[in-house]
């Protein structure tokens, strides 16, 4: 069983410095919570770049590696990358070190580095053909499929029930690379082999001898048109893989063409949105600008309503003073020089008694207006205005535009990178020849059948003429045709054997896929189970019996997921499955179901996700006990995350 | 690959051989799969050592 201890990237995708992630030894799930653009695909990568050198993209197409370097780095003129990766395989510590090292001082393709890869085994080094066996044992790159996926990987599994798929042959041929099946399979090849070559030599021993001489060369000859059928067979049937690879091929490069509508449509859209921004942000500066120019008011408001305040008091002041002045002077002279009246009686004793008893504490009348009076007025010509407010508004819109700029022109950057193999000419021909490649597979197929019953009376005329030649055996001939019986015997034990095993394998697959579906769905009181095809499709089983044909994206991924952990569980290689995003088609109750079910599924499960797929609290109610251990992808900057422990 | 997953091929086997032709050597069987787990990459070698077993199995009946 293999087992990840720890891992360590330096360079790669997102992590600049070196960033360690321990996985524990006790079995349950590891979850690495990230945003999108953290560096999720980038650690599934780091795993995969470790064990095979490569790295995939969209559609499962090789990265370049002079794409993998972290860009922040990478515009401080520091390029390459390492990934070391820890892992226990059947009793031993292995450390795997792989390097992507330059080779030149400004790298523009991978031709300009050099890749290095180390493998420890306890305290020694393992030479580099030992590594690459040691390696090919521990894990298969052909079977990799199964234990390192995305939501993409998983949807490719509807193709295992699609009769001639050539994808669902490959995961076919896949599943049965990783249950053990070769074995047997190349035994019956290598059997049926000797034993042709064994009936070929006991003709010609027959030949040898004058009693059997014409039935001899009568099986010789019949031996060598069987071959001849045999060999056309084999050739024809070469030939149809390689039409059957060109149309996968074609069928990729019209899924990819699709693929790059999408993209070069995304493109587009982010690059009028960068647009947008550019002209957002100029706009807003402006404002903002325009707002500085009044920001001023805002400062001054409060000290000039202060001044305001003061010079009204003392302007009111100066007012009563003068009002007071009035009136003494209106008792005094028995008149009021305002309105020109005389000032006697009861007016007179009234005026009187508002004033201070002190005389001098009445200033006499002064004319003009006074400093409080103008200060007053000059205060009054400030226009109040508080837009601190929207200066922050502006502010933050600001930084948000710039931010969002930043973004596009990174995502816009990856996006053109995945264009540039486009061709809309290349499309219109693949268009032709995929037409051509079906009609040519057709014709090959109809021969190989026409070369297949040829090949089958030529046997049945072999059989005939050995049956008749036993009758003559003498000791030699004897031991040639007991050798050519062992072998082809054996040959049919192997036969029979490769049918019986993936017969009981299929059937331990289905019943282990089905208790995993059923343990996920929500519609357990409806389905019965799965049911698997030769190929090992998995279609839905209803409980009335009946398959059911039609399903959703979101049920297809749960099958796809009880696949996996069924294979797992029955597979002689098991490992960890690592899981990157994968809830993206589900509901929140089948994705509860999903982590619910992890455990079972492997024994050590790493799940990469992003919490609007699956918060922290959800997680650890969900898995309790089994949830081992949570790790955060911190962004620092949109070309740098760090890797921290959720404790 | 473990052993006890040999063991279930094995197992298989041998179970045809009896069904379908009891009088073959079950230890010149357990020898080709031996053959073709050890040698997963490696069809000359694999074949060559099946034609070992091969001839052991004659001369336990005789035939050299």
Same mark, same amino acid.
Request: proline share 3%; with cysteine.
């Given at each position: 069983?293999?087992?990840?201890?720890?891992?360590?990237? $330096?360079g790669f995708?997102?992590?600049?410095?070196?960033q360690?992630?321990?996985?524990p030894?006790a079995p349950g799930?590891?979850v690495?919570?990230?945003?999108?653009?953290?560096?999720?695909?980038?650690l599934?990568n780091a795993?995969?770049?470790?064990?095979?050198g490569t %790295?995939?993209?969209r559609?499962?197409r090789?990265?370049?590696?002079?794409?993998i370097?972290?860009?922040?780095?990478a515009s401080?003129?520091q390029?390459?990358?390492s990934?070391?990766?820890?892992?226990?395989?059947d009793?031993?510590?292995?450390?795997?070190?792989?390097?992507?090292k330059? @080779?030149?001082k400004?790298?523009?393709?991978d031709?300009?580095?050099?890749?290095?890869a180390?493998?420890?085994?306890?305290?020694?080094?393992?030479?580099p053909q030992?590594r690459?066996?040691?390696?090919?044992?521990?894990?298969?790159?052909?079977?990799s =499929?199964?234990?390192?996926f995305?939501g993409?990987l998983?949807?490719?599994y509807e193709?295992l029930?699609?009769n001639?798929?050539?994808?669902g042959h490959r995961?076919?041929e896949a599943?049965?690379r990783?249950?053990?099946v070769p074995?047997?399979k190349?035994g019956?090849t290598h059997?049926t082999q000797?034993?042709?070559e064994?009936d070929k030599h006991a003709a010609?021993?027959?030949?040898k =001898?004058?009693?059997?001489?014409?039935l001899?060369?009568a099986?010789?000859?019949a031996a060598?048109?069987k071959?001849?059928h045999q060999?056309e067979?084999?050739r024809?049937?070469q030939q149809?893989?390689e039409?059957n690879a060109?149309?996968?091929e074609?069928?990729?490069f019209l899924q990819?063409?699709?693929?790059?509508?999408?993209i070069l449509?995304?493109?587009d859209?982010?690059?009028?949105?960068?647009d947008?921004?550019?002209?957002?942000?100029k706009l807003c500066r402006?404002?903002?600008?325009?707002?500085?120019?009044?920001?001023?008011?805002?400062?001054?408001?409060?000290?000039?309503?202060?001044a305001?305040?003061?010079a009204q008091?003392e302007?009111?002041?100066?007012?009563n003073?003068?009002?007071?002045?009035?009136?003494?002077k209106a008792?005094e002279d028995?008149?009021?020089?305002?309105c020109?009246?005389?000032?006697d009686?009861p007016?007179?004793?009234r005026?009187?008694a508002s004033?201070p008893?002190e005389?001098?504490a009445?200033?006499?009348?002064?004319g003009?207006?006074s400093?409080?009076m103008?200060?007053l007025a000059?205060?009054n010509k400030?226009?109040e205005?508080?837009?601190?407010?929207?200066?922050r508004l502006?502010?933050?819109?600001?930084r948000d535009l $710039?931010?969002?700029?930043v973004?596009?022109r990174?995502?816009i950057?990856?996006?053109?990178a995945?264009?540039?193999?486009?061709d809309?000419?290349t499309l219109r021909?693949?268009?032709a020849?995929y037409?051509?490649v079906l009609?040519?597979?057709s014709?090959?197929?109809?021969?190989i059948d026409?070369e297949g019953?040829?090949g089958?009376?030529?046997?049945?005329n072999?059989? =005939?003429?050995?049956?008749k030649?036993?009758s003559f055996?003498t000791?030699?001939l004897?031991?040639s045709?007991?050798?050519?019986?062992?072998?082809?015997?054996?040959?049919?034990?192997?036969?029979?054997a %490769?049918?019986?095993y993936k017969?009981?394998l299929r059937?331990?697959?289905?019943?282990t896929a089905?208790?995993?579906?059923l343990s996920? @769905?929500?519609?357990?009181?409806?389905y019965?189970?799965?049911?698997?095809?030769?190929?090992y499709?998995?279609t839905?089983?209803?409980?009335?019996?009946?398959a059911?044909?039609?399903?959703?994206?979101g049920?297809?991924? %749960?099958?796809?997921?009880?696949?996996?952990?069924?294979?797992?569980?029955?597979?002689?290689?098991?490992?960890?499955?690592v899981?990157d995003?994968?809830?993206g088609r589900?509901d929140?109750s089948?994705?509860d179901n999903?982590i619910q079910?992890?455990?079972?599924?492997?024994?050590?499960?790493?799940l990469?996700?992003?919490e609007?797929?699956?918060?922290?609290?959800?997680m650890?109610?969900?898995?309790?006990?089994?949830?081992? =251990?949570?790790?955060?992808?911190?962004?620092?900057s949109?070309r740098?995350?760090?890797?921290? $422990?959720?404790? | 690959?473990?052993?006890t997953?040999?063991?279930?091929l094995l197992k298989?086997?041998e179970?045809l051989r009896?069904?379908?032709h009891?009088?073959?050597?079950?230890g010149?069987?357990?020898a080709?799969?031996?053959?073709?787990e050890?040698?997963p990459?490696d069809d000359a070698?694999a074949?060559r050592v099946i034609?070992?077993a091969?001839?052991a199995a004659l001369?336990?009946?005789?035939v050299v």
């Amino acid at each position: 069983m293999l087992r990840l201890k720890r891992l360590e990237v $330096e360079g790669f995708g997102p992590f600049a410095e070196p960033q360690v992630l321990e996985f524990p030894d006790a079995p349950g799930v590891t979850v690495v919570y990230g945003e999108n653009m953290r560096g999720k695909t980038s650690l599934l990568n780091a795993i995969r770049y470790a064990f095979f050198g490569t %790295v995939l993209g969209r559609g499962s197409r090789v990265r370049r590696l002079h794409t993998i370097s972290n860009r922040d780095l990478a515009s401080e003129g520091q390029f390459g990358f390492s990934v070391s990766l820890t892992f226990d395989y059947d009793g031993h510590e292995y450390e795997l070190v792989r390097e992507c090292k330059p @080779t030149v001082k400004s790298p523009s393709n991978d031709e300009d580095y050099t890749q290095t890869a180390m493998l420890r085994r306890g305290t020694s080094t393992l030479g580099p053909q030992e590594r690459e066996r040691a390696l090919q044992q521990i894990f298969p790159k052909e079977v990799s =499929r199964f234990f390192l996926f995305d939501g993409e990987l998983l949807q490719e599994y509807e193709e295992l029930l699609i009769n001639e798929s050539e994808a669902g042959h490959r995961i076919s041929e896949a599943i049965e690379r990783i249950l053990g099946v070769p074995i047997l399979k190349r035994g019956r090849t290598h059997l049926t082999q000797l034993s042709e070559e064994a009936d070929k030599h006991a003709a010609k021993e027959a030949s040898k =001898r004058q009693e059997t001489q014409a039935l001899g060369t009568a099986l010789q000859q019949a031996a060598e048109q069987k071959e001849a059928h045999q060999k056309e067979v084999a050739r024809l049937q070469q030939q149809l893989q390689e039409l059957n690879a060109q149309r996968t091929e074609v069928e990729q490069f019209l899924q990819s063409v699709q693929k790059y509508a999408s993209i070069l449509h995304e493109r587009d859209e982010a690059s009028a949105r960068l647009d947008q921004a550019a002209k957002d942000e100029k706009l807003c500066r402006g404002e903002l600008q325009k707002a500085m120019g009044e920001a001023w008011r805002s400062l001054l408001r409060e000290p000039v309503r202060a001044a305001r305040n003061a010079a009204q008091d003392e302007a009111q002041k100066e007012l009563n003073a003068f009002l007071m002045s009035l009136r003494a002077k209106a008792v005094e002279d028995g008149h009021c020089g305002t309105c020109d009246q005389a000032v006697d009686g009861p007016v007179l004793a009234r005026l009187r008694a508002s004033l201070p008893e002190e005389p001098d504490a009445v200033a006499a009348p002064t004319g003009g207006v006074s400093a409080a009076m103008s200060r007053l007025a000059d205060l009054n010509k400030f226009t109040e205005a508080d837009n601190v407010g929207e200066v922050r508004l502006l502010w933050k819109r600001l930084r948000d535009l $710039e931010l969002e700029q930043v973004t596009l022109r990174d995502r816009i950057t990856d996006l053109n990178a995945a264009l540039a193999d486009s061709d809309p000419e290349t499309l219109r021909r693949s268009k032709a020849s995929y037409a051509e490649v079906l009609e040519k597979i057709s014709v090959v197929k109809r021969a190989i059948d026409d070369e297949g019953k040829k090949g089958e009376e030529k046997d049945q005329n072999i059989q =005939r003429l050995k049956k008749k030649l036993e009758s003559f055996g003498t000791s030699d001939l004897r031991a040639s045709q007991l050798r050519a019986k062992i072998l082809r015997d054996a040959s049919e034990v192997f036969g029979a054997a %490769v049918d019986r095993y993936k017969a009981g394998l299929r059937s331990r697959v289905e019943a282990t896929a089905s208790k995993l579906f059923l343990s996920m @769905t929500t519609e357990k009181q409806d389905y019965s189970g799965l049911t698997i095809n030769e190929g090992y499709g998995l279609t839905i089983r209803h409980r009335d019996g009946r398959a059911e044909e039609a399903r959703s994206a979101g049920a297809e991924h %749960v099958v796809a997921l009880a696949l996996m952990g069924a294979l797992q569980n029955n597979a002689p290689l098991r490992g960890p499955i690592v899981m990157d995003s994968p809830f993206g088609r589900l509901d929140e109750s089948h994705t509860d179901n999903v982590i619910q079910t992890l455990p079972e599924m492997a024994e050590q499960v790493v799940l990469l996700v992003y919490e609007a797929e699956v918060g922290k609290a959800k997680m650890r109610d969900v898995l309790r006990s089994r949830l081992v =251990r949570e790790y955060q992808l911190e962004r620092i900057s949109a070309r740098r995350t760090n890797v921290r $422990e959720v404790k | 690959m473990r052993t006890t997953d040999l063991q279930d091929l094995l197992k298989t086997v041998e179970l045809l051989r009896t069904e379908l032709h009891p009088d073959l050597d079950a230890g010149f069987l357990e020898a080709v799969v031996r053959a073709e787990e050890e040698n997963p990459e490696d069809d000359a070698e694999a074949v060559r050592v099946i034609q070992v077993a091969l001839k052991a199995a004659l001369a336990a009946k005789g035939v050299v």
